[in-house]
């Protein structure tokens, strides 16, 4: 398998790519009140598919926020491998190595129907328009944002408000910082490419650390007193903390496990139905170990760390807070749709 290169050159320092493919799903009734290009893609069940990797933290967010809305019965999902070469994921998970709703053994193919000439990564999370088989959305960040706004005709009973109206400039606010420094901080400092651009990754990922582990030493989730789109974009960058992360790519000022606030704020997410269930350690590993191959040249994936201790009691209770608000936390994963015994903790 051919990997790709993904050390920054010129100054060193990483700069993501954030051109997306933009087109949104929208509820009818607020695309067309909205006038937008939106209305050519109105929310309706069983219409898109969701094609994601485990092992990837923006992907693993529309896991995490689709669960906890309940839209497993609207929205079907599709699952990638853990790794990909320089060209595309694929669905090597499945038998034949074909996802069993596109037919297709490359997500790539779903990119080349929506643009035979579509010139940058094929990246997850995609939304994928079933009848057509063409990506419709590559927009991570909208998208659960989207399926909190624009799906509310299909949430499950008891679903979370994970993006409340009046809470939305402050989740902003606080996301925008969660993204520039930590979740993509991370990646700032593993694909530096001179020490400059690393040192200087390095300290503004750990100063954005310690900010959050004051704000959360008073106050047990990021935002008000209950989950949301806030906790759900940072918990994908800390599950990933230790076993990737702080040696894969060099983000070893400590391990989150050290840093008590954000590990027992991180254990208590994970031990809430909705996120924990649906973290494949293994498969992350695979990922950033064996993709990053310029950087880890063996692709030799470690055996550590141990992760049993994600289910150990966290005390955060005594911060207050209602997880799920006035709603309730989801049911069991579906069939199917479950980490395999031995990728999670314990
Ligand atoms: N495209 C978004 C997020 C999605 C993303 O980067 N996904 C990664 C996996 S974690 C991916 O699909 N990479 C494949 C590639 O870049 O070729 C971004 O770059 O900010």
Redesign the pocket.
């Known amino acids: 398998m051919t990997q ?1 290169s993904y050390v920054a050159t010129g100054s060193g320092e990483f700069n ?3 051109n ?1 493919i933009t087109t949104r799903i929208t509820s009818r009734t607020r695309g067309a009140e909205d006038g937008g290009g939106g209305r050519q893609f109105p929310v309706e069940p069983g219409r898109y598919r969701l094609i994601v ?1 485990r ?5 693993n967010r529309t896991i995490i926020v689709r669960r906890l809305l309940g839209l497993e019965r609207v929205l079907s999902i599709g699952f990638c491998g853990p790794t ?1 070469d ?4 694929t669905f090597d998970l499945d038998p034949g190595g074909v996802d069993p709703v596109l037919g297709i053994p490359r997500l790539q193919d779903a990119y080349f129907k929506r643009d035979p000439d579509y010139p ?6 995609a939304i994928v328009e079933v009848a057509t088989g063409a990506v419709v959305t ?1 927009d ?2 909208q998208m659960t944002l989207d399926f909190s706004t624009e799906w509310t005709e299909y949430h499950r009973e008891g679903a979370p408000q994970l993006y409340p109206e009046p809470l939305r400039a402050e989740i902003d606010e606080v996301a925008r910082r969660v993204y520039t420094e930590v979740n ?1 901080g991370v990646y700032r400092c593993g694909f530096a490419g001179s020490q400059e651009a690393y040192d200087a990754a390095y300290d503004r990922l750990f100063t954005a650390l310690d900010w959050l582990t004051e704000r959360l030493s008073t106050q047990r989730y990021l935002v008000g007193d209950t989950i949301t789109e806030a906790d759900v974009r940072l918990f994908t960058t800390l599950a990933r903390f230790d076993p990737v992360y702080h040696g894969h790519f060099k983000c070893n000022r400590s391990k989150l496990a050290e840093m008590d606030v954000l590990w027992a704020y991180a254990r208590d997410l994970f031990q809430t139905p909705g996120f924990g269930d649906t973290i494949d350690f293994v498969q992350i590993k695979q ?1 950033y170990y064996i ?1 990053h191959s310029d950087i880890n040249p063996t692709q030799i994936v470690p055996k550590g760390p141990d992760l049993a201790n994600w289910l150990t009691p966290h005390g955060r209770e005594s911060l207050g807070g209602r997880p799920f608000g006035d709603g309730t936390p989801p049911g069991p994963t579906p069939e199917g749709e479950r980490v395999p015994a031995g990728h999670s903790a314990g």
Do not use: E, L, Q
């Not at 092992?55 to 992907?59: L, Y």
């Not at 320089?86 to 994921?89: D, V």
């Not at 940058?120 to 999370?125: A, L, N, W, Y």
């Open positions: 790709g993501r790519d954030t997306y990797a092992a990837c933290p923006w992907a990909h320089a060209r595309s994921w940058k990564g094929i990246t997850v999370p590559n991570f960040a993509n990922h993709v």
